[in-house]
């Protein structure tokens, strides 16, 4: 019997994804335009249990019955256990009619975190685990190095690529000039020209000089800019465009047009029945073959967290949604599995897997970019530090710092002491404030989103900020092993609600009476 044009690799990909559209019914085709979330069991088998918050359906019967074959993996998992797990959904897969394989997505895994339920609910990171660890993208972009990104980029394709993801779901890349979004640690920060340099980078480490067999598709967010259209902050989707970035999400509406975009473009999470994410519901109102009808007019292509291809067939028969319009956008993601090479090469090697995640090579690169991003806001003689002082910590780990100096625990006996901090809120500023009175302190606040910092600035003998560095990458900076060379990438307000009242989405780095200004930061 002679081999389906389709599942030849020697005919050209526009060939290979028409002959296989023009074989798929109806419900195969819905089933294209569906990207919802997975987990999997702790041993790399399939889930099948619907008890946890996004897995409604259990995995055999979304491929089987759904014929869904986009997944975003949540959770974090052993790496030959996730492998394993790709491998039998893959071969599952493989099995149903046509056999079309499983693009599997990832939201970012690379960035250093010592909270790691801080960022699973939102859905916006899942921490490194075994991943190499890096700095959050505000790090990246605090270093300013393009160079850097690239390899950064590299890293993750290489990392991602041996596990089977095929999909990032990042960069994000809206502009940081708001004081209060949460996100802001996932962003390039407030500079659209830094953001336009930084995401040219990222894709081309990512996916190389062109989309191929080798590369991982980058799906970046969140256009046009969370719902601004002012042309500074679609300066950076301009640029990822033109690098050549693979899909588009967008939080509403879609102008393919504009950015002169022919990839993917996918509805954010949650936009049709109102699916877990993290946050409130997208949408309020309208049915859901509305929402669903709606968003294709407006050109989107798959629908992300969900999984209800049954409206789509629906809109067809009703003749509210056309076939053509439907096959539209099967075919941009037929066409991406072809060239992604899923059809020929869809299983990893668990050993390959294991060798390559959080390698050697990768995990001095990150380790180098956690210190180079260390931005030091102010330094009243104290650093560098000296000899082996008598240490007091708080949110540094006793046995890391016993390798720089003598860890007390009494403040009244310690020489310096070291204070870590999340992003801090008033509640806590007179606890806060209580150490750096008694003895002089070194104070790093991790800036996981905008802080209001005065008050700590004043007391602490130095402070520093970071976004995602471990414990020894502080401590080298502080003891001079290492320099830090970051500059913040966004200004710090005197007070949020200063920064709410005088800061303008549309105009970066103008909220009046800064504490810190967008670029600070001091070498030592």
């Not at 050209?12 to 002959?19: A, C, K, L, S, T």
């Not at 936009?271 to 309020?284: F, I, S």
Request: glycine residues 10%; proline residues 7%; contains cysteine.
């Amino acid at each position: 019997m002679p081999t389906a044009p389709y599942r030849d690799p020697s005919r050209p990909v526009d060939e290979r994804v028409e002959d296989l559209l023009a074989r798929m019914t109806l419900a195969e085709k819905a089933g294209q335009l569906f990207h919802t979330r997975v987990t999997m069991n702790g041993d790399g088998t399939l889930a099948e249990t619907t008890d946890g918050p996004f897995l409604r359906q259990g995995t055999t019967e979304l491929v089987v019955d759904g014929r869904l074959t986009h997944f975003n993996l949540v959770g974090r998992h052993g790496i030959r256990e996730t492998a394993e797990w790709v491998n039998r959904l893959q071969a599952l897969a493989a099995d149903t009619r046509l056999g079309i394989p499983v693009t599997l997505s990832t939201d970012p895994r690379h960035s250093f975190t010592d909270n790691p339920g801080a960022s699973f609910t939102s859905g916006a990171s899942f921490g490194s685990g075994t991943f190499s660890a890096w700095p959050a993208p505000l790090g990246l972009a605090a270093i300013g190095d393009p160079d850097l990104v690239e390899k950064f980029g590299d890293t993750v394709r290489r990392e991602y690529l041996a596990v089977g993801f095929r999909v990032a779901l990042h960069p994000q890349i809206d502009l940081s000039t708001e004081p209060g979004p949460s996100r802001r640690a996932g962003s390039f920060g407030s500079s659209a020209e830094v953001a336009s340099a930084l995401v040219r980078a990222f894709v081309r480490g990512l996916q190389g000089p062109r989309l191929g067999p080798r590369s991982v598709a980058a799906m970046v967010k969140h256009f046009p800019g969370c719902g601004t259209t002012h042309d500074h902050h679609l300066a950076p989707f301009r640029a990822a465009v033109e690098a050549g970035c693979a899909q588009l999400m967008p939080p509403t509406g879609v102008s393919r047009e504009r950015l002169g975009f022919d990839g993917v473009v996918r509805a954010d999470w949650g936009l049709l029945t109102h699916a877990p994410t993290g946050g409130e519901p997208h949408v309020t109102h309208a049915t859901v073959s509305e929402r669903a009808a709606k968003a294709l007019d407006a050109g989107a292509d798959q629908f992300g967290g969900e999984q209800c291809p049954e409206v789509i067939v629906e809109l067809v028969r009703s003749g509210r949604i056309t076939q053509e319009r439907v096959d539209a956008s099967v075919r941009r993601l037929l066409r991406e599995k072809f060239v992604l090479g899923l059809f020929e090469r869809r299983y990893v090697d668990p050993n390959r897997a294991e060798e390559t995640v959080g390698a050697g090579e990768f995990t001095a690169l990150g380790e180098a970019a956690q210190r180079r991003s260390l931005t030091v806001l102010t330094n009243h003689s104290l650093l560098p530090l000296t000899d082996r002082p008598n240490l007091y910590v708080e949110g540094v780990a006793a046995q890391t710092a016993s390798l720089y100096g003598n860890v007390v625990a009494d403040p009244a006996h310690a020489d310096v002491a070291v204070l870590r901090l999340r992003t801090p809120y008033e509640a806590r500023l007179t606890e806060i404030l209580a150490l750096p009175t008694a003895v002089p302190t070194l104070v790093c606040v991790n800036l996981e989103r905008s802080a209001v910092l005065p008050e700590i600035a004043a007391k602490a003998a130095a402070l520093v900020v970071d976004y995602g560095a471990s414990d020894t990458a502080l401590l080298d900076v502080a003891f001079g092993r290492a320099r830090a060379e970051g500059r913040l990438p966004f200004a710090l307000p005197r007070s949020i609600p200063v920064g709410e009242a005088t800061s303008c989405p549309n105009a970066p780095n103008d909220t009046e009476d800064s504490v810190f200004p967008y670029g600070h930061g001091l070498s030592l």
